[in-house]
């Protein structure tokens, strides 16, 4: 089992910057593709971005291409969501979670998720 905390969120003016954390327990972290998701309220919860076990490869939505960075550290069991050049739009509460599967893009496959935490940006 693994269990996900995010941190990291907060308000923050348009074309600032965000660092989101998900801290993971567990020791086969290493082992499951994590992803960041977001949802606002009345929304179905969206994808924003994966990161494979296998070789680190990252995949996006497009709206956050160029703007967004997903990493992870698996000796400190965290990956984390670098958000730039923020806009209102990306407003919302942000999920991290994990699968084994390698649908990355697909929400109703992932395994394990976080609690959740807010992201704000002000115009």
């Known amino acids: 089992q693994v269990q996900l905390v995010e941190s990291g969120g907060g308000l923050v003016q348009a074309g600032g910057s965000l660092r989101l954390s998900c801290a993971a327990s567990g020791r086969t972290f290493s082992e499951y593709n994590m992803g960041w998701f977001r949802q606002t309220p009345g929304k179905e919860r969206e994808f924003v971005a994966a990161i494979s076990y296998v070789s680190s490869s990252t995949y996006y939505t497009d709206s956050v291409k160029g703007r967004f960075t997903i990493s992870r550290e698996n000796a400190k069991n965290t990956v984390y969501l670098q958000m730039n050049s923020l806009k209102p739009e990306d407003t919302a509460a942000y999920y991290c979670?994990?699968?084994?599967?390698?649908?990355?893009?697909?929400?109703?496959?992932?395994?394990?998720w976080g609690q959740g935490t807010q992201v704000i940006v002000s115009s």
């Open positions: 979670a994990a699968t084994r599967g390698f649908a990355f893009r697909t929400t109703r496959l992932y395994d394990y």
